[in-house]
């Protein structure tokens, strides 16, 4: 399995983008599959201040990336260069982080 794992509905191709128990469209059988791990950045928050149990992780860029499959997703950016994060940054899913949300990082190569 891929760092980042989506559901697909076997029924309607419905692709879920959080885990979900059954399709929300059509009612029929999800089944888990490896999604590609890259996407594009449709927004972004830099943050400055949270608990402090993430003091080291700050700032924490929350990004909402639209995947390859057509589905948006919630997480975190990672990596030292993650706060020159633009809108349609080419983003890939970084395993390696610290949150337990799905994590990406800048795409190698972008120049974003
Ligand atoms: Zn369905």
């Known amino acids: 399995m ?60 929350l990004v909402v990336v639209e995947l390859a499959e057509g589905v948006e997703v919630m997480a975190s950016l990672v990596g030292d260069d993650r706060v020159n994060v633009t809108v349609g940054a080419p983003v890939e899913v970084a395993p390696e982080g610290w949150s337990s949300k799905s994590q990406f990082r800048l795409a190698t190569g972008s120049t974003n």
């Not at 599959?33 to 927004?43: E, H, N």
């Open 2 to 61: 891929s760092a980042l794992v989506l559901q697909r509905c076997a029924e309607c191709d419905y692709i879920a983008n959080f885990w979900r128990i059954g399709c929300p469209r059509c009612l029929g059988q999800l089944a888990a599959f490896d999604a590609q791990g890259a996407g594009v950045v449709t927004t972004f928050s830099i943050i400055h201040r949270w608990v402090a149990r993430f003091d080291e992780h700050l700032p924490i860029v």
